[in-house]
């Protein structure tokens, strides 16, 4: 079975008529966003939004993810790349998509692509994602945007050159309830900030034989626990509650001192016999202690370590006139706590906030999850492609923040000290002796 054009063996073989190649560059004709013109409807049919047309990079477990919410949102999914045309070509045939791409090059040439989701190891972010946006596509990356804030800024500033789109999926702001919160908070609710605490806990490399790609720090990163998840916490915490962390302390811990070689993903089950054993040097837990600007105190404790916690992000933030908690694996509901009371707020849109009601797919006492959410963080995306502005969608200056937390977390743990938090305004510089990271 041969598919020399990267398409998948099922799919129309390639017509490189000059016909054909006229046909296909008047079909791509573009607007100023991107996005090819939707024809006038016919009389009895309803106008819509053109289609529009993705490839995704990455053929793992959260690229397929990534793939259903495009397609659930009315996007044709047009090819897959993989780590090489052959895993690319299984992959397209796995997910019945039309291209296996057989590199990168052959992505950024496909004039159709709108939209390239990248969902691939860490440390090719910057690479892929910064191509697709000087080729002129928007672009979904995954977070960690890239393994350092300097990277991250790099495509920032890709992104505000080409005049595209350029989204990180922190999802967990797409629970309807993280958005009835943030829309009480913004009405005053809760008073001055007294402490915001929590932690997010998982236990997927609990196993000393369990392992991934993310473990390796030439691939994910320096940091792991606190890229992966740590940076989820943050970035709700901060957008909910309206705070900036200023400074911050962070105490890092490795309780697997080494895991098998194999990169494939355990969180089904341990890696192959056989594989060999790697010392690991990233982090497996952490607890981080802050001050936002306002000098609000901030704690949580991050751990990939937990027996049992599967995906448990937790919060509180405790004002002087109220409280309340999120609970990512109890997401249809909010605890408000009160001197004289305290009561469970249950997500139901016909009582929600407008926002909150927005992201509610279905009605109250149905469930939805982090399916739902990325869906609608993807709905988001797409509408800001074509020109919309929605509320709370995460951009690249989001993932920039992040990384520059992420700078700031591996700092802080080696020198086991107060580090401060580059702003907005400055972007991380690379010291002497301190490995890249920001004093």
Not at 130 to 135: I, M
Not at 247 to 265: I, K, Q, S, Y
Not at 344 to 361: C, E, G, I, M, Y
Not at 363 to 387: I, L, W
Request: with cysteine; glycine share 8%.
């Amino acid at each position: 079975m041969t598919a020399p054009t990267g398409h998948s063996p099922h799919s129309p073989a390639l017509d490189d008529s000059p016909t054909a190649q006229n046909a296909q560059a008047a079909e791509n004709v573009q607007t100023a966003q991107n996005v090819r013109s939707a024809p006038a409807p016919a009389p009895g049919r309803a106008r819509r939004p053109a289609r529009l047309r993705v490839a995704v990079l990455g053929a793992g477990m959260i690229a397929g993810v990534h793939l259903r919410s495009a397609r659930a949102n009315g996007a044709e999914v047009v090819g897959v790349l993989s780590a090489t045309p052959e895993r690319s070509l299984a992959a397209a045939e796995r997910w019945q998509v039309d291209v296996g791409y057989p590199d990168l090059d052959a992505v950024l040439a496909d004039d159709s692509i709108d939209v390239v989701h990248v969902c691939t190891p860490n440390h090719l972010h910057v690479t892929q994602a910064g191509a697709a946006l000087r080729a002129g596509k928007h672009v979904v990356c995954e977070k960690p945007l890239a393994t350092t804030a300097a990277d991250a800024r790099l495509l920032v500033d890709a992104a505000e050159s080409a005049g595209r789109i350029a989204t990180v999926p922190f999802v967990y702001r797409y629970h309807p309830m993280v958005r009835e919160l943030r829309a009480r908070v913004a009405a005053g609710d809760f008073g001055a900030w007294q402490l915001l605490h929590g932690s997010y806990l998982q236990d997927w490399l609990l196993s000393p034989d369990s392992t991934s790609w993310r473990v390796d720090p030439a691939v994910g990163g320096a940091s792991r626990a606190f890229a992966d998840i740590g940076s989820h916490w943050f970035d709700l915490v901060e957008w909910v509650a309206g705070v900036r962390v200023a400074e911050l302390l962070a105490e890092t811990t490795t309780t697997v001192p080494d895991r098998p070689g194999a990169g494939g993903p355990t969180f089904r089950g341990p890696a192959p016999a056989g594989a060999g054993r790697t010392a690991v040097t990233t982090e497996d837990a952490l607890a981080v202690v802050a001050r936002t600007t306002d000098g609000v105190l901030v704690s949580t404790t991050v751990s990939q370590v937990s027996a049992g916690r599967k995906n448990r992000l937790w919060f509180e933030l405790d004002g002087a006139d109220a409280s309340a908690v999120f609970d990512q694996e109890l997401p249809e509901s909010l605890w408000l706590g009160r001197p004289d009371r305290a009561e469970t707020l249950v997500r139901d849109p016909s009582v929600n906030s407008p926002d909150a009601a927005r992201l509610s797919v279905v009605p109250a006492g149905h469930p939805q999850g982090y399916p739902e959410c990325f869906e609608n963080f993807v709905k988001d995306t797409y509408a800001a492609v074509r020109g919309e502005s929605p509320e709370g969608l995460p951009t690249v200056l989001d993932g920039l923040r992040s990384a520059r937390l992420v700078d700031a977390v591996i700092t802080s743990a080696a020198r086991r000290a107060w580090t401060p938090v580059a702003d907005d305004t400055v972007d991380a510089q690379t010291t002497e002796g301190n490995g890249g990271h920001p004093r």
